[in-house]
T-cell receptor, first 110, second 114 residues
Framework: RKEVEQDPGPFNVPEGATVAFNCTYS??????FFWYRQDCRKEPKLLMS???SGNEDGRFTAQLNRASQYISLLIRDSKLSDSATYLC???????????FGTGTQLKVEL | DAGVTQSPTHLIKTRGQHVTLRCSPI?????VSWYQQVLGQGPQFIFQ???????GRGNFPDRFSARQFPNYSSELNVNALLLGDSALYLC?????????????FGPGTRLTVL
């Protein structure tokens, strides 16, 4: 089993839709979780950090379920500019190592 | 404030050569991590350095090495390049160590091995 797993997509949604991505992790001792956004051929940019049960920032909501070992990212009122790959990352190794999923591709269409 | 900077942006090498990639962290950040990202995959952890000491190593062969300098900048060296080393090499910086440190990435160096 991979340490961090994501559905690769692509998720094709119309503008204004709500879309949710899930990410599962295998290390139950993991304590810090992150969502990054990556545009084509660019570096990952930090979108949200999740340290407790969840976090909300505008149209974006991240939730953590420790019992089931997954985190989710919800995007409301999708914009064309939200089209990107969303990477889930888990901090392990005492804070020394970020382990990423393969990323979920989102395409928002008119 | 300047973000993480990396050089060069692109590099083309042939098999067997070696390469040195450079990274300067965000001002005030003492920790630098290196990641390799191949097409269609998430970044894979290579090394972490904090206060000039190696604090973490991923599952990469000994051909990969790195170091951190007193000004907290870092170099990643790869010897005896293989075709499979072609990837985007990302450097990330964060203030220090600990479970609540967010890592911020530089633009990366795109390495092509022919």
């Amino acid at each position: 089993r991979k340490e961090v797993e994501q559905d690769p997509g692509p998720f094709n949604v119309p503008e204004g839709a709500t879309v949710a991505f899930n990410c599962t992790y295998s290390n139950s001792a993991s304590q810090s979780f992150f969502w990054y956004r990556q545009d084509c051929r660019k570096e990952p940019k930090l979108l949200m950090s999740v340290y407790s049960s969840g976090n909300e920032d505008g149209r974006f909501t991240a939730q953590l379920n420790r019992a089931s070992q997954y985190i989710s990212l919800l995007i409301r009122d999708s914009k064309l500019s939200d089209s990107a790959t969303y990477l889930c990352a888990v901090l392990t190794g005492g804070g020394n190592k970020l382990t990423f999923g393969t990323g979920t591709q989102l395409k928002v269409e008119l | 404030d300047a973000g993480v900077t990396q050089s060069p942006t692109h590099l083309i090498k042939t098999r067997g050569q070696h390469v040195t990639l450079r990274c300067s962290p965000i001002s005030g950040h003492k920790s630098v991590s290196w990641y390799q990202q191949v097409l269609g995959q998430g970044p894979q952890f290579i090394f972490q350095y904090y206060e000039k000491e190696e604090r973490g190593r991923g599952n990469f062969p000994d051909r990969f090495s790195a170091r951190q300098f007193p000004n907290y900048s870092s170099e990643l060296n790869v010897n005896a390049l293989l075709l499979g080393d072609s990837a985007l090499y990302l450097c990330a910086s964060n203030p220090g160590q600990g479970l609540y440190n967010e890592q911020f990435f530089g633009p990366g160096t795109r390495l092509t091995v022919l």
